[in-house]
């Protein structure tokens, strides 16, 4: 396959056997499960729930081409184009998903949007730290209660004190999220709506992978 960068950047929700999500992955790892033949291809169509094997969903795609080209993600093979699906259920998989959404700077980032706690600008990753509410120094730990983005100028500001020494107050209490940020942030897309089905809040810490 040569498939368009636009069709290999989509996200593709996986689903265990039982409709549970479980990971959300790439659209190349869920073409390479659908042709082993290790997943189905689960399209929600005005509420419907349709399953495709990756024959069929090579079949159907001719007609989504040609009346629902905009709706979907394509990848570009020699001898024609296939959707990229939105969900993907792998047929012979039963494990539940980790409950715990993992602390890393990734989702840090997508917990404040971008926004540096203190003057509530948002900003590129670039320009972007990670700050220990409670220094490092004074006892502070990598907790999800104890980190917040900040600016390059307020973090300078801030120093080695607590917001209430550098007589700065944050924007928001810093808490643990109970859903995957990454996965919310999604959703705001129309282009992911069919993941919301699928998504209970016992099931929304699924891993971007």
């Known amino acids: 396959m040569a498939p368009p960068v636009s069709g290999l950047s989509a996200k593709v929700l996986v689903l265990n056997k039982h409709y549970l999500a479980v990971r959300v992955t790439s ?22 729930y349709n399953n495709f094997d990756f024959e069929s ?9 040609e009346y629902e080209r905009d709706a979907h993600d394509w ?5 024609f184009d296939i959707a990229v699906p939105k969900i993907i259920r792998l047929v012979g998989y ?18 404040d949007a971008n926004k540096c706690q203190y003057c509530g ?3 590129p990753t670039s ?6 509410v409670k220094p ?9 209660t104890n980190l917040v983005c900040a600016c390059v100028p307020c973090n300078a500001r801030k120093g ?3 917001p209430e020494q550098a007589s700065m107050r944050l924007k928001k209490k810093p808490v643990r999220p109970k859903r995957n940020p990454l996965i919310a942030l999604r959703l705001g897309q129309d282009k992911y709506a069919s993941w919301k089905a699928f998504l209970t809040d016992a099931y929304w810490s699924v891993e971007l992978r």
């Not at 659209?27 to 659908?34: G, P, S």
């Not at 969903?57 to 081409?65: A, G, H, N, V």
């Not at 490092?136 to 999800?144: M, P």
């Open 75 to 79: 990848v570009k093979t020699v001898r």
């Open 121 to 123: 600008d948002a900003f």
């Open 160 to 162: 080695g004190r607590t």
């Open 27 to 48: 659209a190349r790892r869920a073409f390479i499960l659908l042709s082993r033949g290790m997943a189905e291809v689960i399209h929600v169509d005005e509420g419907r």
């Open 136 to 144: 490092r120094a004074q006892g502070g730990g990598e907790s999800w």
């Open 127 to 132: 320009e972007l730290t990670i700050d220990h």
């Open 94 to 111: 039963d494990k539940l998903p980790q409950q715990s959404v993992k602390l890393n700077r990734r989702n840090l980032f997508a917990r």
């Open 57 to 65: 969903w090579t079949e159907i795609s001719e007609l989504q081409q």
